[in-house]
């Protein structure tokens, strides 16, 4: 999953660096925070690494467990920096529109927590988190009754297959690709290229839908994730007579306790109830507000001065995936009253800086940028320990196989780059072959970003050209593989507790396309020979050879230089109950709010 400013996500929090002009105010604002507590933070997070459960049809019976203490009505505002780079599910693989997908959209499975660590993959639309059989081959799912659109129209298994199918069309770029993949392999888009909008459809002995309650997937090998897989937001259910495709995505149809009431790209969201949601149906989602009214343009600093502050409408207001500001973080957990309405919690994610392998072709030259780079200052704008961790390998400390003392560049010794090391690398380096084109958004947190990149390597002699990104569709902008930059930082998180799911996405030479995570462009064949070793054998065999991947990249291709773990400090308004931090979506739990009064 992406990261957007702090794809969980999948999709992206975008968590995005800050640079060396914070870290004074990273010094004041540690608050006493230690190495100790960092590690105290990463053992904490290892409880995101185990393997969640299946839930049978009573664990998957609506309605969700009533939150204590509340109250139905009013409206919570919701404030975010960058506006939405995607509203139709097919296309949404980062945690900013998966958080909105949580209140809009549902999918054959769905992620439920019990609040102490525990979750477990229940029944959403289906009624149970589906039936395996044929050695996990063969996947059955049963809808519910009961379940409508919100125009009232009921959701049968159509829709679902139509759901699946438009995941081959060409205008569906941006989202994951796990299940057309395993339907149909890597070249998936020449089994069904129109997706399923003419008369050609998938066959029964791929995808069937013997009559309007059931869906069989069969697949050539054992898929035990696929509960998981179809949980993602990337997978929510369209229905198939409004698909209006390219369209799609400013105007979805919701099956979710929410729908859009007007959305102005951009600048505004504003949701309200769903009238033809039944909760009797769901057991993860409520709906105690009347609304959702979500702000775009609102920088992390001014959220977090105005919740501060806590007047007026700000009360009734939290935050999307942005976190308490690193400047200010003295200021919150300074004050208990401010304090207590926080959330926190570590992040699936690694921050990186990309490499384009198309342009950038000398591994001298990746080596010396991952030695040069300086983590210290990036995580000083987060907010230094609050923030995030020291990243010295690309497994995060919420994945299982995670190694923290994997450290090939010495990262955690010198976390504010090794600047001999990357100057002997670069000992008889072409000038040309030093100037770099380096991507930003255009955000308050990305110009901070710019400001450390620039400033760690010009040290060792490197000319960075900077250029500016729209911040809402960057991970679209550098997705694309004629791109003209010459690196990126990024972020990705496991989609579930699995190194497949980190490795398959970002590294495999086969899903290289426009659009996909494979962000570096890499296309090894040691690399692929690993991938398809490890997806075929049971996960205690397959722990050894994501492990040996993952130390192949690092020190022979070096696709990217690993930068931070991030973590999660989100901060709400006083008259909002029941947040609480979400292990699955990383951030704010935001199908469990409600309004104190």
């Known amino acids: 999953m992406k990261s957007i400013s702090s794809r969980r996500a999948r999709s992206i929090v975008i968590a995005l660096a800050a640079g060396s002009l914070a870290l004074t105010a990273c010094s004041k604002n540690e608050g006493g925070k230690s190495d100790a507590d960092s590690k105290k933070d990463q053992k904490q997070a290892s409880v995101q690494s185990k393997a969640v459960t299946y839930a049978d049809a009573a664990g998957s019976t609506g309605p969700a467990p009533e939150v204590t203490g509340a109250k139905s009505g009013g409206t919570i505002d919701v404030y975010q920096e960058a506006g939405l780079s995607h509203l139709d599910p097919g296309q949404i693989y980062v945690s900013d529109a998966g958080q909105v997908a949580n209140l809009l959209f549902r999918r054959l499975t769905q992620f439920k927590e019990d609040g102490k660590g525990g979750v477990s993959v229940v029944g959403d639309l289906a009624t149970d988190a589906g039936k395996a059989s044929d050695g996990g081959k063969t996947w059955t799912f049963t809808l519910k009754d009961g379940i409508k659109d919100q125009n009232g129209a009921a959701i049968t298994s159509k829709d679902v297959r139509h759901t699946v199918e438009r995941q081959y069309a060409k205008f569906i770029f941006d989202g994951p690709s796990y299940l057309q993949t395993w339907l149909s392999g890597a070249d998936y888009r020449k089994a069904l290229p129109d997706g399923g909008f003419g008369k050609k459809h998938l066959p029964a002995s791929v995808l069937d839908t013997p009559d309007d309650k059931t869906v069989v997937f069969h697949f050539d090998t054992a898929r035990p994730d ?238 960075v050209v900077s250029k500016e990104v729209d911040a809402a569709s960057y991970y679209e902008q550098i997705g694309k593989l004629d791109n003209p930059y010459d690196m990126y930082i990024s972020g990705w998180g496991q989609d579930w507790p699995s190194a497949g799911t980190v490795v398959t996405p970002v590294y495999d030479g086969t899903q290289v396309a426009d659009g996909a995570p494979n962000y570096s462009h890499v296309k090894d064949a040691k690399v692929d020979a690993l991938i398809k070793k490890a997806l075929s054998q049971q996960p205690e065999e397959a722990a050894a050879t994501w492990k040996e991947a993952q130390h192949y990249l690092l020190e022979k291709v070096v696709p990217a230089a690993p930068l931070w773990y991030t973590k999660q400090f989100q901060l709400s308004g006083s008259n909002v109950g029941g947040a609480r931090y979400g292990s699955v979506s990383s951030l704010i739990d935001i199908t469990r709010l409600y309004l104190k009064s």
């Open 226 to 463: 696929l509960p998981q897989t179809l949980a993602m937001a990337g997978y929510a259910i369209v229905p198939e007579k409004t698909d209006t495709k390219e369209k799609y995505d400013k105007a979805p149809v919701s099956t979710g306790p929410y729908k859009i009431a007007s959305y102005k790209l951009g600048k505004s969201l504003v949701l309200e109830k769903n009238t033809n949601w039944d909760p009797k149906t769901d057991s993860v989602r409520h709906q105690y507000v009347d609304g959702f009214n979500f702000d775009f343009g609102v920088t992390e600093s001014t959220q977090t001065k105005r919740l501060i502050a806590d007047q007026g409408e700000d009360k009734n207001a939290i935050q999307l995936t942005a976190g308490v500001e690193a400047t200010q973080i003295q200021d919150v957990i300074g004050n208990p009253a401010v304090n207590k309405r926080t959330v926190k919690g570590y992040q699936p994610y690694v921050m990186q800086l990309s490499f384009n392998l198309d342009r950038v072709k000398d591994l001298k030259v990746r080596q010396a940028i991952t030695y040069a780079v300086n983590s210290k200052s990036l995580i000083a704008g987060e907010g230094g320990v609050y923030g995030g961790d020291v990243a010295p390998n690309y497994f995060a400390p919420t994945l299982p196989g995670y190694e923290a003392k994997y450290d090939p560049y010495g990262r955690l010794k010198t976390p504010q780059g090794n600047i001999a090391k990357a100057k002997e690398l670069l000992a008889g380096v072409p000038a040309a072959e030093k100037k770099v084109v380096f991507a930003y958004a255009n955000s308050e947190n990305g110009q901070k970003r710019k400001v450390a990149i620039e400033d760690a390597l010009s040290k060792v002699g490197f000319d």
